[in-house]
């Protein structure tokens, strides 16, 4: 039986996987992927939400307000070492995504969002450079695993969006020791829901998803498949990648307070002194 926290994704098609608040049961979070094949496009409209958009492969064109920012992209795989191109949206605009002029590739979108929040019209369109993504590597051993920070709580660009990617080596283990961020309590710890979009490499691997909570009122072990999504409400939610096959995943979080402070399982905790 497929666990409720896990999105399982369409093989084919333009719609690859889609998450709202509605269905994840929660508040902010919302996040889809979509394939553009060359020649085709895709309008949303952002409503009262704020949107990050991501171009995790491909090249595209983005049109907002009639103003066209050209040739976002280029990566072939999400496992390239390289920044993706990243806009974000503010609320009530129309967004026109077309690949580019003479594509040779589908293009890869993903369409993150959360509620527009404080001063949300006061907001403006901003295409991010990939060279300004802060990148960095976290972890030891086989704890290692590589980030990109698209869009970080210390960026002043959204109200409510947090977007990260990060890629885990074979046999390796990522948001680990396990951590969660599911109570107000600063300095300690924020609430903040959480998407994972997970990508194998090769593509016919797997990798395994643990969310869990204290008082294991959850504890779902999920094992996740090429474009699958897992939905994180609350508690701990560690990855690990088999032998074999890469890990990459783009996280989406938002919450109450854009603010990412996380809380180590203690009874895990005690490896970080052994690093």
Not at 110 to 127: I, K, M, Y
Not at 151 to 173: G, K, Q, R, Y
Not at 192 to 198: A, G, Q, S, V, W
Not at 241 to 250: K, R, V
């Amino acid at each position: 039986m497929v666990s409720p926290l896990l999105a399982k994704s369409a093989p084919t098609g333009r719609e690859i996987v889609d998450v709202t608040p509605e269905r994840a049961g929660w508040t902010h979070v919302g996040f889809r992927a979509i394939r553009l094949q060359p020649g085709e496009s895709e309008t949303v409209d952002t409503g009262e939400r704020e949107l990050c958009l991501v171009v995790l492969t491909g090249m595209v064109d983005v049109t907002i307000a009639g103003e066209t920012y050209a040739n976002l992209g280029g990566r072939a795989t999400v496992f390239e070492d390289k920044s993706p191109a990243a806009v974000f949206v503010p609320v009530g605009r129309t967004v026109t995504i077309s690949t580019v002029p003479g594509a040779a590739i589908e293009a890869e979108i993903a369409l993150c969002t959360a509620p527009g929040g404080e001063n949300a019209s006061a907001r403006e369109v901003r295409v991010i450079d990939p060279a300004s993504m802060r990148r960095s590597v976290r972890g030891k051993g086989t704890n290692t695993r590589y980030v990109c920070d698209i869009l970080p709580h210390d960026d002043p660009t959204a109200a409510h969006l947090l977007v990260v990617e990060v890629v885990t080596p074979a046999s390796n283990s990522s948001s680990y020791p396990p951590h969660k961020h599911d109570v107000d309590q600063l300095p300690e710890e924020t609430i903040l829901e959480e998407t994972y979009y997970h990508r194998l490499n090769p593509p016919q691997g797997f990798a395994f998803q643990r969310v869990y909570t204290d008082d294991r009122s959850i504890d779902e072990a999920c094992a996740v498949e090429d474009h699958d999504v897992v939905m994180v409400p609350r508690g701990y939610h560690p990855v690990t990648a088999p032998h074999g096959y890469d890990l990459y995943y783009l996280n989406v979080m938002a919450g109450p307070k854009r603010f990412w402070v996380f809380k180590n399982d203690p009874v895990h905790e005690w490896m970080l002194a052994a690093q």
